[in-house]
T-cell receptor, first 114, second 110 residues
Framework: GAGVSQSPSNKVTEKGKDVELRCDPISGHTALYWYRQRLGQGLEFLIYFQGNSAPDKSGLPSDRFSAERTGESVSTLTIQRTQQEDSAVYLC????????????FGPGTRLTVL | GQNIDQPTEMTATEGAIVQINCTYQTSGFNGLFWYQQHAGEAPTFLSYNVLDGLEEKGRFSSFLSRSKGYSYLLLKELQMKDSASYLCAVSTDSWGKLQFGAGTQVVVTP
C-alpha cells in the first residue's frame, strides 16, 4: 500500500523488557514523526526526523526512549526497561516536511506493559 | 510552556451544527491543523489555517485568529459518522512539529 505502516500492531510485554516499534513512512516523505497517545488523551509529541538534519528529540520522556531512522525510510522507536506508564498507542506519521504539510498517520502500535 | 485547550466533549443532534473551539499559547506558530480521529483509528487531516480567516471545505469550516490565539472547527449538517474525536494541533516550527490539544469528543445523536 501507499500509506504509513507500523509493526507490530499490538505488543504485550513484561515490565523491564525492551521493545522495538517500527514505522515505514510514505515513499518520498522527508519528515517522520513519533507520537504517543494514552487512553482518552491527545497526541504527545516524542521525536521527529527531517531529512539529514539532527532529529528533534525534545519530546522523549526519558533516556529509556530512543529512535533511529535510516536515510529517508524506516524508523524504529526503542523503549528500554519498559514501565507500566509506557502503555499507550504509539503513532508514527510522515509528511513532505514543511510546516503546512499534512501529516499522514500510520495505524499505530498498541503497547501494553504488564 | 505550550498550552492548547479545547472542550472535552460536545453532543449534538443529527443535521445540526457544532462549533469546536480551540485556544492556544505556544512558543512558535506556523499554522493550525484540525484532525479527526475515530475510536481505535489513526487521525486523519481535516484542515490547515495559517492566515486569519475562514477556510471552508464542504460541510467543514475552520477559522483562525492569530492575534487572539483562537481557532474553531465548524461541522454543519451533522451525520452519525461525524461522531469522533477532533484534535486541534499547532505547528510550532518550520518543519511541522505539532503540539496537540487533548481532543474534543463529538457525539452525534439521532
Amino acid at each position: 500500500g501507499a500509506g504509513v505502516s507500523q509493526s507490530p500492531s499490538n505488543k504485550v510485554t513484561e515490565k523491564g523488557k525492551d521493545v522495538e516499534l517500527r514505522c515505514d513512512p510514505i515513499s518520498g516523505h522527508t519528515a517522520l514523526y513519533w507520537y504517543r497517545q494514552r487512553l482518552g488523551q491527545g497526541l504527545e509529541f516524542l521525536i521527529y526526523f527531517q531529512g539529514n538534519s539532527a532529529p528533534d528529540k525534545s519530546g522523549l520522556p526519558s533516556d529509556r526512549f530512543s529512535a533511529e531512522r535510516t536515510g529517508e525510510s524506516v524508523s524504529t522507536l526503542t523503549i528500554q526497561r519498559t514501565q507500566q506508564e509506557d502503555s499507550a498507542v504509539y503513532l508514527c506519521a510522515s509528511s513532505l516536511g514543511l510546516s503546512g504539510d499534512e501529516q499522514f498517520f500510520g495505524p499505530g502500535t498498541r503497547l501494553t506493559v504488564l | 510552556g505550550q498550552n492548547i485547550d479545547q472542550p472535552t466533549e460536545m453532543t449534538a443532534t443529527e443535521g445540526a451544527i457544532v462549533q469546536i473551539n480551540c485556544t492556544y499559547q505556544t512558543s512558535g506558530f506556523n499554522g493550525l491543523f484540525w484532525y479527526q480521529q475515530h475510536a481505535g483509528e489513526a487521525p486523519t487531516f481535516l484542515s490547515y489555517n495559517v492566515l486569519d480567516g475562514l477556510e471552508e471545505k464542504g460541510r467543514f469550516s475552520s477559522f483562525l485568529s492569530r492575534s487572539k490565539g483562537y481557532s474553531y472547527l465548524l461541522l454543519k449538517e451533522l451525520q452519525m459518522k461525524d461522531s469522533a474525536s477532533y484534535l486541534c494541533a499547532v505547528s510550532t516550527d518550520s518543519w511541522g512539529k505539532l503540539q496537540f490539544g487533548a481532543g474534543t469528543q463529538v457525539v452525534v445523536t439521532p
